[in-house]
Nanobody
Framework: EVQLVESGGGLVQAGGSLRLSCAAS????????IGWFRQAPGKEREGVSC????????YYGASVKGRFTASSDTAKNTAYLQMNSLKPEDTAVYYC??????????????WGQGTQVTVSS
């Protein structure tokens, strides 16, 4: 059974930084992608970023491009999301998910429990 555990959330002032981690286990495929999503109260879940494990290619949502950076350590099956220049509108619960294959055309089925990020103005 695939398990995903996010960590690193917290309370930060606007302009600050946080680094989220997503530890993945219980999967057997060699090529995979890890996606980051977020959901603010009253809003739909939004795709934030995605990284391919095979070549490190990354994708970002328009609202975070240039501020967030996704990375991964395939030896540890762990992905990271470095979030800089945080804004109050980045406040949300952040989730990671894993899919076999690549970011493009991914079907996200397994989810972590989420980690809360709160950015104060």
């Amino acid at each position: 059974e695939v398990q995903l555990v996010e960590s690193g959330g917290g309370l930060v002032q606007a302009g600050g930084s946080l680094r989220l981690s997503c530890a993945a286990s219980g999967f057997t495929f060699d090529d995979y992608a890890i996606g980051w999503f977020r959901q603010a109260p009253g809003k739909e879940r939004e795709g934030v970023s995605c990284i391919n494990s095979t070549n490190g290619e990354t994708y970002y949502g328009a609202s975070v491009k240039g501020r967030f950076t996704a990375s991964s350590d395939t030896a540890k099956n762990t992905a990271y999301l470095q979030m800089n220049s945080l804004k109050p509108e980045d406040t949300a619960v952040y989730y990671c998910s894993i899919t076999q294959g690549a970011c493009l055309g991914a079907l996200w089925k397994s989810w972590g429990q989420g980690t809360q990020v709160t950015v104060s103005s």
